[in-house]
T-cell receptor, first 114, second 116 residues
Framework: AQTVTQSQPEMSVQEAETVTLSCTYD???????LFWYKQPPSRQMILVIR??????QNATENRFSVNFQKAAKSFSLKISDSQLGDAAMYFC???????????FGTGTSLTVIP | NAGVTQTPKFQVLKTGQSMTLQCAQD?????MYWYRQDPGMGLRLIYY???????DKGEVPNGYNVSRLNKREFSLRLESAAPSQTSVYFC???????????????FGPGTRLLVL
């Protein structure tokens, strides 16, 4: 099974500043999909951004962008202009193109300081 | 559009009791999943169903059974609940296009289960 590692259990950022959340993964596959999910206190899981491994260009969704380093098996999430509503648990996830299973990291709890 | 719905939202069980968690999606998705979330453990896959009529074990299937009742519904059953099954349970669904661009999962709001 693939493993996904989030080495930062907790992070904090000042409102309007930028923060980067780290994620590494282990795989022998050359093609796969990576995701960042947000889980606010409501516990609802919300997709933030996704990246296809065959694409060299880093995905961007408004204030959210990723730094995808395929050789290093690294997939970090950058949140720019942090807002109070960004406070949540963030999960990194991996999916093989040939399988149905998703593998999640243990999450990073992000606090936004006013 | 309701998306993925789960019932109940919260349940307390005594050790040894049984119960079924219900999940339904109205997005015509092929694949459905059950996860459990425990503190410091992230989400772990219990069972999934790639399509109607099929189910497969995930990472932590022991103590659970599932039924893919039809394309919309995927239930999770605890036959004899144990305190170790205290957790938050999430159902998710996905349109499985095989090798197509990585369709993501859509999650339900979760069921909080406490086993005493």
């Amino acid at each position: 099974a693939q493993t996904v590692t989030q080495s930062q259990p907790e992070m904090s950022v000042q409102e309007a500043e930028t923060v980067t959340l780290s994620c590494t993964y282990d795989t022998s596959e050359s093609d796969y999909y990576l995701f960042w999910y947000k889980q606010p206190p409501s516990r609802q899981m919300i997709l933030v951004i996704r990246q296809e491994a065959y694409k060299q260009q880093n995905a961007t969704e408004n204030r959210f962008s990723v730094n995808f380093q395929k050789a290093a098996k690294s997939f970090s999430l950058k949140i720019s202009d942090s807002q109070l509503g960004d406070a949540a648990m963030y999960f990194c996830a991996y999916r093989s193109p040939t399988g149905n299973q998703f593998y999640f990291g243990t999450g990073t709890s992000l606090t936004v300081i006013p | 559009n309701a998306g993925v719905t789960q019932t109940p939202k919260f349940q307390v069980l005594k050790t040894g009791q049984s119960m079924t968690l219900q999940c339904a999606q109205d997005m015509n998705h092929n694949s459905m999943y059950w996860y459990r979330q425990d503190p410091g453990m992230g989400l772990r896959l219990i069972y999934y169903s790639a399509s109607e009529g099929t189910t497969d074990k995930g990472e932590v299937p022991n103590g659970y059974n599932v039924s893919r009742l039809n394309k919309r519904e995927f239930s999770l059953r605890l036959e004899s609940a144990a305190p170790s099954q205290t957790s938050v349970y999430f159902c998710a669904s996905r349109m499985n296009w095989g090798l197509a661009v990585g369709e993501t999962q859509y999650f339900g709001p979760g069921t909080r289960l406490l086993v005493l």
